[in-house]
């Protein structure tokens, strides 16, 4: 079973393979290299950590038309979490700016959603 975090960035890598199969080109959020403190030795230590691109996004993406975009990749059941942070922070939303969640099971694919992320318009397969 995988851990929260590996679901996470394996969601984001189909979500990448979708989008890439569809023209699109696509780059992901890198990690980020945090310092912190060793508890034994108070010395700095880097660590590399998971980072969104402002806070709030997974890829970036690119048609060939030359529009822009940016999604965030969650499953299905965090999407009122994800949509809720998105909204509050106050980020200038176009109809680019996209969540695609991850509907599990024998079907899987992805909805994805534009602002005001309240319905999906389409499936991502």
């Known amino acids: 079973m995988l851990n929260s975090s590996a ?6 890598q189909i979500a990448r393979k979708l989008l890439e199969a569809r023209g699109y ?18 010395a700095l ?17 690119c048609r060939e038309d030359g529009v822009l975009g940016l999604a965030q990749v969650t499953t299905k059941e965090n999407l009122s979490h994800r949509r809720t942070k998105i909204l509050a922070d106050g980020f200038p939303l ?31 397969k």
């Open 94 to 124: 176009t109809p680019h700016c996209w969540i695609l969640a991850y509907v599990g099971g024998r079907g899987a694919h992805f909805r994805l959603y534009r602002p005001p992320f309240e319905a999906w318009e389409e499936i991502v």
């Open 7 to 12: 679901k996470g960035r394996r969601l984001v």
């Open 45 to 61: 230590q880097p660590r590399s950590v998971h980072h969104d691109l402002f806070t709030l996004w997974d890829l970036l993406w």
């Open 25 to 42: 080109r696509v780059e992901i959020a890198q990690n980020a290299v945090r310092w912190w403190k060793d508890k034994k030795t108070d």
